[in-house]
């Protein structure tokens, strides 16, 4: 059973493109959430999609933008790159919640490491 | 002031000794994680606890919600425990998956 997996491994862009990241979660999870980690901080969060729809958001502008398919993977985009969108990107997938207790424990990929020029 | 506080942010062992990291936060949770980060990014979840105290292997890790406070205790330290570690805690109410990060612990294990 393969985790959860993400591509690229790495992205080099310049200012001003756009950029779209992948996710898989691991088999069984239908939750994923993106995380932005800049170099020497703790991840933040970006958003969550569940049942293809954005469940909740951080502090993030609208340049982030994202979207979850049927099979339950996901993408991140982002346009308009800036210098400080260099950061590795992550992503967790989660099981189902009972109800409306949702199950914490989350599973992450290794990242995507983007590099903005 | 950061929700998730950690101390110390950098610790330097040798191998064998007993290593806490702390971690204090000022929110009301429903689980607080312990993960670990090597060099490269990959993060692992070590454990997720919402009260009292989990063990495995050489790692303990312990909660006491009337004080907002964990701690993250390794035994026996070895240098390829040598990473990141990171605390991070789901807020109450409907706050659902988004985890809010410490700024994590880097620890060296020196043979």
């Known amino acids: 059973d393969a985790g959860v997996t993400q591509s690229p491994t790495h992205l080099i862009k310049t200012r001003g493109q756009q950029v779209t990241l992948r996710c898989s979660p691991k088999s069984g999870h239908d939750t994923v959430s993106w995380y932005q980690q800049a170099l020497g901080q703790g991840p933040q969060f970006i958003f969550q999609y569940y049942e293809e729809e954005e469940r909740q958001r951080g502090n993030f502008p609208d340049r982030f933008s994202g979207h979850q398919f049927p099979n339950y993977s996901s993408e991140l985009n982002v346009n308009a790159l800036l210098l400080g969108d260099s950061a590795l990107y992550l992503c967790?997938?989660?099981?189902?919640?009972?109800?409306?207790?949702?199950?914490?424990?989350?599973?992450f990929g290794p990242g995507t490491r983007l590099t903005v020029t | 002031k950061n929700e998730v506080e950690q101390s110390p942010q950098n610790l330097t062992a040798q191998e064998g000794e007993f290593i806490t990291i702390n971690c204090s936060y000022s929110?009301?949770?429903?689980?607080l994680h312990w993960l670990q980060q090597h060099p490269g990014g990959g993060i692992v979840s070590l454990f997720m606890?919402?009260?009292g105290k989990k063990k495995h292997g050489r790692l303990i890790a312990t909660i006491n919600i009337q004080e907002k406070h964990s701690s993250l205790h390794i035994t026996a330290s070895h240098p390829r425990d040598s990473a990141v570690y990171i605390c991070?805690?789901?807020?109450?109410?409907?706050?659902?998956?988004?985890?809010?990060f410490g700024q994590g612990t880097i620890l060296t294990v020196h043979p």
């Open positions: 967790a997938s989660s099981l189902p919640g009972r109800g409306l207790i949702p199950d914490y424990e989350q599973y």
């Open positions: 991070a805690l789901h807020a109450g109410g409907t706050s659902y998956g988004k985890l809010t």
């Open positions: 929110v009301g949770i429903s689980a």
């Open positions: 606890l919402s009260s």
